[in-house]
């Protein structure tokens, strides 16, 4: 469901490119994924030989929070917007992140050495083209109104993104660095499919309010698992596997495989969290 599949290739990050040494795993995969799952890993490396350079994964962010995420909503719609729709989105969305936290949590606690069994997300701001499109008049959360980014869409101020400051520095953001933003939920009106990076998750946002009562938002689920680096699979899949939210159009939730293949990130980048 990725439409601009070279957002997933963060191609713009410098690094040393070399894999660093790793301590001893807890890994015990089941035996018939040991296979496609060495497939994936290799297709990955093979891929992107800026693998292991690259800092601002879902990885390093949450991270660097210890343990939370922060989003931006980037609401690109006239679609008016009452403080009611403003809290069921946020609750969406913190269930939605949710389910790709659980599958790095195994009887309760962090599977190999992962260090957090939840990782909370807060909604610090909403950004728009027009605040009246936005109904409500409390502060809960910050507003940025006509704040657009060089496509004309409505964006967060980047004094406060991550993306922007990936050393952390938030000196410039008004709310500092407890107001800064990891990932944008960017919600697009008529936009189809989907995208996802190291900047969040950009899908309608037809789709994404129409989705809100729904178990597993799956689009959306599938552009975290670009976020956290899973790669997507249009040319390939791996042996035995056919169907899993990553194969976009095969699977509508996270399925074995999927969980598997973010452990297996993991595994390989926890080294250099000195885990
Ligand atoms: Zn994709």
């Not at 953001?173 to 933003?181: D, F, S, W």
Request: hydrophobic share 40%.
């Amino acid at each position: 469901m990725t439409v601009l599949a070279a957002l997933v290739a963060f191609a713009g990050a410098a690094g040393s490119g070399a894999a660093p040494a790793r301590a001893a795993d807890d890994w015990n995969p089941p035996a018939a994924l040991v296979q496609p799952l060495g497939e994936v890993w290799n297709h990955v490396q093979s891929t992107y030989p800026d693998l292991y350079g690259f800092r601002n994964y879902g990885w390093d962010q949450v991270i660097a929070n210890k343990g939370s995420v922060n989003y931006c909503v980037r609401w690109e719609s006239d679609a008016p917007v009452s403080a009611a729709l403003r809290d069921r989105v946020h609750a969406a969305l913190k269930k939605q992140f949710a389910k790709w936290a659980a599958a790095m949590v195994v009887d309760g606690k962090g599977h190999n050495a992962w260090p957090y069994t939840t990782v909370p997300v807060t909604v610090v701001g909403w950004a728009v083209k027009d605040r009246s499109t936005l109904q409500w008049s409390d502060n809960s959360v910050d507003v940025y109104a006509g704040n657009l980014d060089s496509g004309g869409s409505p964006q967060c101020a980047p004094d406060c993104g991550r993306f922007f400051h990936q050393n952390g520095d938030y000196a410039k953001c008004p709310g500092g660095a407890a107001r800064h933003y990891d990932q944008s939920l960017w919600l697009t009106k008529g936009f189809q499919g989907g995208a996802g990076g190291d900047w969040g998750q950009r899908v309608g946002q037809e789709y994404f309010t129409g989705a809100l009562d729904q178990e597993d938002i799956h689009i959306y689920l599938h552009e975290v698992g670009h976020t956290f680096g899973l790669d997507d699979f249009y040319d390939w899949t791996p042996t035995g596997q056919c169907c899993f939210l990553m194969n976009a159009g095969s699977a509508t939730r996270i399925t074995e495989f999927d969980t598997w293949m973010l452990r297996d990130f993991w595994r390989h980048l926890k080294s250099r969290y000195g885990y």
